[in-house]
């Protein structure tokens, strides 16, 4: 059985995404998907979705959320994945602002939908962390923010 004793990042952090990038086009990344009541817990018996038996033991300091990692190596990375994604939906000012936010999100690598003139990213992280990367365009008055379901 895979031990998993702490969360090594996020799947949204730039450093750890470039790394799951490219195991991704080995077929080198596993996924854990958790309700999420399961977050709050820090002993888990798990598979992973190519039936790798796992056992997450976290300290109580850690709380998994949707893009934690918890193994990150050469060969192989394993993510959890909430059952059910969280949205964090923008609204362009216009559709110049529209076609920037459309470009860095594709740069991101981010799953994104659209709904009317709302863009939704898919969080597999911490809104925060997405915030902080769309900074510039929130800040210049380019994008609002409407919602995070």
């Known amino acids: ?9 996020s799947s949204a952090d730039e450093h750890v995404a470039e790394r799951l990038h490219v195991l991704a086009h080995a077929g080198a990344v596993e996924y854990v998907t958790l309700r999420k009541e399961d977050t709050a817990r ?13 056992g997450i033991m976290l300290d109580r300091s850690e709380r998994l959320a ?7 190596d050469d ?15 923008l609204a362009p000012r216009d ?4 076609l920037e936010l459309g470009y860095f999100c594709g740069n991101m690598h981010w799953k994104v939908r ?12 911490p809104a925060d962390t997405y915030l902080a990367r769309i900074a510039h365009l929130v800040g210049g008055g380019k ?6 379901e």
């Not at 060969?75 to 939906?89: C, G, I, T």
């Not at 559709?95 to 529209?98: I, N």
Request: with cysteine; net charge positive.
């Open 95 to 98: 559709a110049a602002c529209a």
């Open 143 to 148: 994008v609002k923010v409407v919602g995070n």
């Open 66 to 72: 949707n893009g934690a990692v918890l193994l990150l």
């Open 114 to 125: 659209f709904a009317g003139e709302y863009l939704h990213i898919s969080l597999e992280g």
């Open 1 to 9: 059985m895979l031990r998993l004793t702490r969360i090594l990042g």
């Open 42 to 54: 820090r002993r888990l018996h798990v598979f992973t979705d190519r039936g790798t038996e796992a």
């Open 75 to 89: 060969d192989r990375a394993v993510v959890v994945r909430l059952e059910e994604p969280q949205w964090l939906a």
